[in-house]
């Protein structure tokens, strides 16, 4: 799943892509470089963001979507129903809530449109979510919560979802790595997995690397991992490192 921020505030890209001509041509790249899927988003969910009305982040989004339309796999990264349902109606073909379906109507807008979900855990909000995440024990919550809302969301009628457990996104880096050494227990809910942590603030806490932008190496570590644990797609910024990391390890049997 390649990344495409139509952000001017994005943690590693805002601004990079903000204007459609811009986010059609790297969108060309990212498909040309190997991505399934194209994850468009119009608002930053960096820790410390604050929420985005549903006007200007369609404002963004929807000429990059009617631009895609019939190229690729599109999913809007949103969690807010009334951008899912007119994202949906401008040609995405999935759903990317980082609250987890936390709205009930947004469950009914993807019943409704039929479309796929990915349920991403989160604890708490963008702003905050970062000040002092608390888990008793973050393995058991978050693979309980996703194992809840995907159920909630099938019984409503989504004919099917993929888990994220949502790194970064309300846990420290100890709740991070937990989640990540753990990840064959998600898997074994049976949905597929989705795992993002391109480029994210955990690398940095590992690797010592403070640009956003040269933790591809880093992004592409943890993601080989996910995969080797089961994931079934990964979500990246560098969409020609992940296919040459991938093949690799395919061809040694991954
Ligand atoms: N991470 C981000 C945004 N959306 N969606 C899923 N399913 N999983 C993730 O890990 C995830 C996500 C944050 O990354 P990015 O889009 O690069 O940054 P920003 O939120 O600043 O636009």
Redesign the pocket.
Known sequence: MG?L?V?P??????GRYSGPVAALTQAATLVGEGASVL?V?G????PG?EPLDAETELDRILPVLRGLRGDVLVSV?TYKPEVAAAALQAGAHLV???SGLRDPEMVRVCAEAGAPV?V?HMQGT?GTMQREPHYDDVQRVVVAELQAAAARALAAGVPSVML?P????GKTSVHNLTLLRGLSDLVALGYPV???????GLIRELAGESRADERDPGSVALHLWGAQQGVAMV?A?NVAAHVQALRVWTALGG
């Open positions: 990344i921020n952000t505030d994005s943690f590693s890209d805002g994850d988003g608002e930053s969910t960096r963001a990264d990317n809530d980082v990915v991403m963008p994220d949502g790194i970064g996104f989705l795992l993002g942590a391109s480029r994210k979500r910024h």
